[in-house]
C-alpha cells in the first residue's frame, strides 16, 4: 500500500486532499502556525469543551446552550438544531465566545442529505465510483447550505454477514471495491478544497473491523486475527487516509479484546503511526463511555484516560472527557500532550474548513433540484440488480395492457428511501406505483398492496390483490423489508422476506399470469420460494428518492440493468458468513456437492467442506448480475506469461454483447495466489470496469497489474509479494470468467 507524501508550508502530510491539489496547497499554508498560536493562548477548560461534542440542542436555543457556547463548553454538535439554530449558534460562539472559534456541525449524511440516493450497498452495486462521487458532492453541497460542514460518512465496513442490519450502509463483502467506494465518496464530499462552502468534511467509519461482529448482532464482538484485519477490514480505511478523508470515527465493537475507542493498535500504531494520518478521530456515540460496560475501563475517568491516550481528539455525547480530564491531568494521569495534540487536530479542520475565516453564512434551506433528481435515478438504475429473467419476461413491452402493481413496497416513500435518512423529505420521492402510473396511466395499472407492510402476517388484503391481479396481462410485485428493519441495531435472525409476502406471492401465482419481482431491502435476502413462482426477480435494495422512476424504465425497457452484487446472497441463513474470497480449505468440496448417500458407509468423497442438508455454494454470487442482453467472455490474452517484481502484466479478454439490445458490462478482474505462506482466497478482486456495448458489437478489456497488486500480508504483519504462481480471471461474476496464468519471479 502506498502512503501519499509531500511538502506543505514546511510539513510533511499524509494522507490530505490538499497534498493533490495546489489550490488546496495554498489555502492550507498557514494553518499549523494559527492553530499552534490558538493553542497557547486556551485554557485548560476550553481545550477540553473543543474535546467535546453535544446532540443537545434545542429549538430554540435555550439560555442554557447559549451560555455553554459561550463559555466554551462544546466544539461540535451532532444531528442537531435548524438550519437557524446553527446559524445562531455559531454567531455565539463566533462572537460571544472568549476566543471565537467556530462550532462544528456533523450529521449523518449517509445517501444523501435532502436528495436521497440508493443505501450504500445498492449504490455499490452500480461499481461506478464516479456516479457515486457526484452523488456524495451533490449531498456535501445539500447539507453545507444548511450549516452542516462534516457528514459521519462513508461507512466502510466490509459486510460479510446480512443478518447485521448495518451491511445497508455498507459497501460490501469487498476490499478493493470498498476502497473504490472511500475514495469516491472522500473527494466527492471533500471537492477540490475543503474550504469551498460546498465542501464537507467526510468521517471514514467505523474504524475498524465493525463489520465482523459475531453472529452479525449489532455492537457485538469481534475477533479478527491481525493478518484478516489489514487485509480485509482496514484496506478500504487506508484508501480513505490516502485520499484525504478529514476524519475518522471509531467504532463500538471491541476488536480482539479491545474496544476500538481505546484501541492503540488501531489508532495509534496503524492510523497515526504507520499511515501517518493527521486528521481528526471522533468516538462513535457514547462509545468512551461503553468502555465500562465493555469491562475494559473501571470507570469514566478510566475510560477518558484510556480514549485520550490511544488517539481519540473528540468526544461523541458522553461526557467522560469533560467530566475528567482536567483532574487527571492535575494529578498527572494524563498528558497534556495528548490534550494539545488532539485539540491540533480539531482546530485544523476547522481552519481547513474556512470555518475562522468565512462570514457566517445566512439561516438557508436545501431541496431537491431537478439535476439532483435526475442523478438519484440514474444511480437507481444503475444499482438494481436483475437476477433472474426466466421467459425474458423483463423487459415489459409498452404496448402492453394493464400491470397489477402489488405489495407493501409500491407506493411506501419512506421505505423506499431506506435507513439512515434524517433529511430527506417523502413528498420528494416517488415511488414505482406513482411512476408506473403518470407512465402508462392511471387506467392500465391496478394497485393493491395485499400487505399492510413488510411484516404484515395478515391474508386481509390478498383479496383485493387478486382481484387487481386477475384484471391486468402482467404482475409486478414490490416486496422486501421497511427501511426500519435494517441499519443500526437492526440485525435479523433470519433472512427470509418477512410476514405474509411469500403467501401473498404464491396466492396470486395461482391465477398463472407472468410476474416479476421487485426486492427493496437493505440487505441480501433468502426468497428461493417466491423466486420459484415469478418469471423475474430485480434487487433494487432501497433505492431512494427516485426508485420508482427508474425502476419503472428498467421494468420497461428504457433502460437496461447493470448492476452485480456487492455481496453474496446465501441459500439460508445457516450458510452465513459466505463470501467470495474464501480460503481453499484442505478439502474442498466439488461444485456439485451436498447431502450424503443414504445408508451408505463413509466414503472418502463425502468428507469435504460443505453442508449434508444444504447446498454450499451461495445462491447468487459476488459480482452476479444479469442484462437484457447477453455477454460473452472469450480469448483471455496476458502481455507475458511472467512478471518481474518491477514489472507488469497486462490482461486482457474480448467481451462481445451478443444479443439484441445495448447494454453495460461490469467486467471483473480477480487472482488467486496458488502457493503462499499465508494462504491466500480462491479469488480476490483486482479491478473492474464498466463497458457499454451495442448489439453485436465487442471490445477487447485490460487490465493491468503490478507486483503491489499481487501483494498480502504475511503472518509478521508485513505487506509482501512471494514469487510464484498466479491464476487470473477476466469474469462477469466471482464464480465464472474465462482464465489464465502468469508466474511471479
Ligand atoms: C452510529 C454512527 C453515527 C452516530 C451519530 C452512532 O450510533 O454508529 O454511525 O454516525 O451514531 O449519529
Redesign the pocket.
Known sequence: MKLTHCIVAGLVCAGSAECQSPSGIHAEAGIEQRVEALVGRMTLDEKIGQMSQSTSMSTPLSGAIREEIRRGRWGSF??AGSPADRAEAQRIARHESRLGIPLLFGR?VIHGYRTIFPIPLGQAASWDPELIGQAARIAASEAAREGIRWA?APMLDVARDPRWGRIAESPGEDPYLGAAMATAIVRGFQGESLADPSSIAACA??FAAYGAVEAGRDYNSAWVPEVLLREVYLRAFHAAADAGAASF?TS?NALNGVPASGNALLLATILRGEWKYRGMVVS??NAIEEMIAHGYAADGADAARKALTAGVDMEMVSTDYFDHLKSLVGRGLADSKHIDDAVHNILRLKFRLGLFDESIPAPAESGVTPESLALARRLAAESAVLLQNKGGLLPLSESLGSLAAIGPLADSPIDQMGTWVMDGRPKDVETPLAALRSQLGEGRVFYAPGLRNSRDASRAGFAAALDAARRADVVVFFLGEEQILSG?ARSRAFLNLPGAQDDLVAAIAALGKPMAAVIMAGRPLTFQETAARVNAVLYAFHPGSMGGPALADLLFGRGTPSGKLTATFPRTVGQVPIYYAHLNTGRPAPQDASGIPVGNPAQPEGYTSKYIDADFTPEYPFGYGLSYTRFDYSNLKLSSAFMTRTGTVTVSADIANTGNREGTEIVQLYIRDLVASVAQPVRALKGFRRVPLGPGEKSTVSFTLDAAALAFYNQHNQLVTEPGRFQVWIAPDSAHGVEGEFTLR
Open positions: 451532532l444531528n449523518d459521519f467509519k467505523h470515527m463500538f462513535d456515540y443500526e
